[in-house]
């Protein structure tokens, strides 16, 4: 049974760069047709998926956030991490970490899409 586990500091200042780490336990995110995401939910709004990194190791990015995300894994720790650069007080938000397994082609870019997730953390940015 996959588990994930959010962490990284809860409070980062305007323009900075937020990042945080997901730590996973019961599968290898190396693993054939595991995606791994980042989807965040700001106070009073819905969910919005960030991104994923594939089990392949290559990222995609929703468009809207693009230009200011980074997502990477680190293989030997079993962890993927979420950078988001030149934040605003409109980044905050509860960020969950996820994952699906999906065989075949796929493209996961909606947070209905899925099925495990973390507790979720709160960053608040603020000066």
């Known amino acids: 049974q996959v588990q994930l586990q959010e962490s990284g500091p809860g409070l980062v200042k305007p323009s900075q760069t937020l990042s945080l780490t997901c730590t996973v336990s019961g599968a290898s995110i190396t693993t054939n047709f595991y995606y791994w995401s980042w989807i965040r939910q700001p106070p009073g709004k819905g969910l919005e998926w960030i991104g994923y990194i594939a089990f392949s190791g290559t990222p995609y990015y929703s468009p809207s956030l693009k230009n200011r995300t980074s997502i990477s894994r680190d293989t030997s720790k079993n962890q993927f991490t979420l950078q988001l650069s030149s934040v605003t007080p409109e980044d905050t938000a509860v960020y969950y970490c996820?994952?699906?397994?999906?065989?075949?082609?796929?493209?996961?870019?909606?947070?209905?899409?899925?099925?495990?997730w973390g507790q979720g953390t709160q960053v608040t940015v603020s000066s």
């Open positions: 996820a994952s699906k397994v999906i065989v075949g082609y796929a493209h996961p870019n909606s947070p209905s899409d899925y099925d495990t």
